[in-house]
């Protein structure tokens, strides 16, 4: 159980095209879902907070016209990078609570972008 | 201050041998404790969570939780050079529904 998807893996973009990435909790509804990004060689870094139904919480720094999210149901949240540009090319990882009460993560398999 | 510190290592053992990685964390609000594994590339994986102070065992691996010095710790036994990945510590607390990570621990298990 505890099984979160991401859709695409991979994804290479020109510069100024935006990117959708998906993010699905297989077989839990994830009422909160979180957003990261992660440079080579460096820690993850938590960009925002996806509640279901509501507007998502941005890190500070993170610019939320840039980096759309959007949590339309229990099982999908939504990263879209608009006007991507080569800075942007990072590994994109997403991860859902679990419901149980322990408030774990459960990680995603990651989107590596590549904008060119 | 960083509100979960971990030693970026590397840190290289034998293998068989025990590693051990610490975390220590600023916040004592920080109710649940977590450890996950990065292997190069990929997600991170949980390897498990602490609540209570004292140990936790899943099998080769130890959590051990000590609130009142604010740390955090991963013991892995008979340690195998698949072990090797970058381990990271997380905290959460409860009353602002904030996970925070450290940076993460560089281990090499060496054959």
């Known amino acids: 159980g505890a099984v979160v998807s991401q859709h695409p893996s991979w994804v290479i973009c020109k510069s100024g095209t935006s990117v959708k990435i998906e993010c699905r909790s297989l077989d839990f509804q994830a009422t909160t879902m979180f957003w990261y990004r992660q440079f080579p060689k460096q820690s993850l870094m938590l960009m925002a907070t996806?509640?279901?139904?509501?507007?998502?919480?941005?890190e500070q720094g993170v610019e939320k016209d840039k980096f759309l999210i959007n949590h339309a149901s229990l099982t999908l949240s939504t990263l879209t990078v608009t006007s991507a540009h080569p800075e942007d090319s990072s590994f994109y990882i997403c991860s859902a609570r679990g419901s149980n009460g322990y408030n774990e993560q459960f990680f995603g398999p990651g989107t590596r972008l590549t904008v060119l | 201050q960083k509100e979960v510190e971990q030693n970026s290592g590397p840190l290289s053992v034998p293998e068989g041998a025990i590693a051990s990685l610490n975390c220590t964390y600023s916040?004592?609000?920080?109710?649940?404790f977590f450890w996950y594994r990065q292997y190069s590339g990929k997600s991170p994986e949980l390897i498990m969570f602490i609540y209570s102070n004292g140990d936790k065992e899943d099998g080769r691996f130890t959590a051990q939780l000590n609130k009142a010095s604010q740390y955090v710790s991963l013991l892995i036994r008979d340690s195998q050079p698949s072990d090797s990945a970058t381990y990271l510590c997380?905290?959460?607390?409860?009353?602002?529904?904030?996970?925070?990570f450290g940076s993460g621990t560089k281990l090499n298990v060496k054959p």
């Open positions: 996806s509640n279901e139904g509501s507007k998502a919480t941005y």
């Open positions: 997380a905290v959460h607390l409860y009353n602002f529904n904030k996970f925070y």
């Open positions: 916040d004592r609000g920080s109710q649940s």
